[in-house]
């Protein structure tokens, strides 16, 4: 798979641009805030079909697009594939246009000129995005670690962003059940086993559990997967140092530990060998529903009393550790940043196993905060991947052999621009 054109119209600060991709690796030098960050966010839209750095889609839109006819922001790239002997492109295309007049968007998306779901966009052209502020994934919310998942599994597995999207829609009627349930004349006098009850959620039980099960399953699973290759990357990247550990916590026992081994698992605990190898036993979706739904009928009364539910992947996490230290606790910012990197990059590799394609490498201003080493490092990674396009305020922070062997490209303003010269003179 290679990105070998991308076209934006009226993106963040990009008014027009296309950009031919002609090499493996891609380096774009700029100064800040001139759309270096902003280039590799329309690369990761068209990968996911969901912004980076915004709540919103109509937040992606230049504000000049309000001079057209019909305000509109256009992401588009052609990605050839290579299938056996057989070479085919793919054309990828977003449009946001306005939709009323509440200044809300309509996004519609285009795969080889026909409409499509964005939910059939995700996986035609799978990408892995570094950015600076990813050292989140080690000391931010719960919720920034789901995602991460999320996002990373649904290029990878159809079947996973299925079970997702239904699990989602499941847990908002659920949810809404137990809230009127909750709120019902008469609610204080009810028991978790009235049939009334009963007859009612176990509908909801049962598709939470079958669509959960999967999700739970999966990012468990995934978890194994990236802590093999991640330990390898961290242990480089430290010099061997550190030793790297992933810790999947579910928000319910699936079944592969002991009640205790869970207890210390939600308690950040150090966890022994012999639990370790718990914790890494691989889980079936069968095994993980049927525990699920344990799980939901022996809480039901302090469902009932929260009006809402309280088990389930939605309330999953994981865990970052160093030699056994919680990295969200105890690392240092620069710890927390190799971590990240060893997980992003671990990444590539997980992807490329799991779907024989490499993805694409979007790795912006990552060798700012890195040392020496650190950096050589990254770039003996570098030499391994199918394409990488890469950003960073200094040339110096690349070698000369690096330089001849990447396509150079400069930015300013929203503008890109071959870098013919010498990373010097274009400095001059």
Not at 66 to 74: A, D, Y
Request: aromatic residues 6%; neutral net charge.
């Amino acid at each position: 798979m290679f990105l070998a054109h991308l076209s934006l119209t009226h993106f963040r600060n990009y008014h027009r641009l296309e950009l031919d991709f002609t090499r493996r690796l891609t380096l774009l030098q700029g100064h800040n805030a001139q759309g270096k960050t902003n280039l590799l966010e329309a690369i990761y839209f068209l990968a996911t079909s969901k912004p980076v750095h915004a709540l919103a889609e109509r937040e992606v839109v230049d504000w000049q697009a309000q001079q057209e006819p019909i305000p509109f922001c256009r992401v588009a790239a052609r990605v050839e594939l290579q299938e056996g002997e057989r070479p085919r492109s793919l054309e990828l295309e977003i449009i946001l246009a306005p939709r009323g007049e509440n200044g809300h968007f309509a996004k519609q998306v285009k795969i080889n000129g026909v409409n499509r779901r964005s939910l059939d966009l995700v996986g035609l052209m799978r990408a892995v995005l570094f950015l600076p502020e990813d050292v989140k994934l080690v000391d931010g919310s719960p919720g920034e670690r789901r995602r991460y998942l999320d996002i990373a599994l649904c290029q990878i597995d159809p079947t996973y962003c299925r079970a997702l999207s239904a699990y989602q829609k499941v847990l908002t009627q659920r949810n809404s059940l137990l809230k009127r349930l909750r709120e019902a004349p008469g609610a204080s006098r009810a028991r978790p086993h009235d049939p009334a009850v009963e007859a009612q959620l176990s509908f909801w039980d049962e598709k939470l559990a079958q669509h959960g099960s999967y999700v739970v399953a999966r990012r468990h699973n995934f978890i194994l997967a990236l802590e093999q290759i991640a330990r390898t990357r961290h242990h480089d990247l430290t010099n061997g140092l550190e030793e790297l550990a992933l810790q999947y916590v579910p928000g319910f026992n699936p079944g592969h530990l002991s009640a205790m081994e869970y207890e210390l698992l939600r308690a950040g605990g150090e966890p022994s060998p012999q639990e370790w190898q718990a914790i890494r036993t691989p889980l079936a979706p069968q095994e993980v529903a049927t525990h699920f739904l344990a799980k939901l009928a022996s809480r039901r009364s302090r469902e009932l009393a929260a009006g809402a539910t309280l088990y389930g992947p939605h309330r999953d996490d994981f865990r970052f550790l160093a030699n056994g230290r919680d990295l969200r606790t105890y690392g240092s910012r620069g710890q927390q940043r190799t971590a990240a990197l060893s997980l992003k990059l671990a990444e590539v590799q997980a992807m490329t196993e799991a779907t024989g394609v490499a993805p694409l490498l979007l790795l912006d201003d990552v060798m700012s905060e890195l040392d020496a080493r650190r950096r050589r490092t990254l770039l003996q990674v570098l030499d391994g991947v199918a394409q990488a396009i890469v950003t960073t305020t200094d040339w110096e922070d690349f070698t000369p052999e690096f330089r001849r062997q990447a396509q150079l490209l400069q930015v300013r303003n929203g503008t890109v621009e071959p870098a013919s010269a010498g990373p010097q003179e274009l400095e001059e």
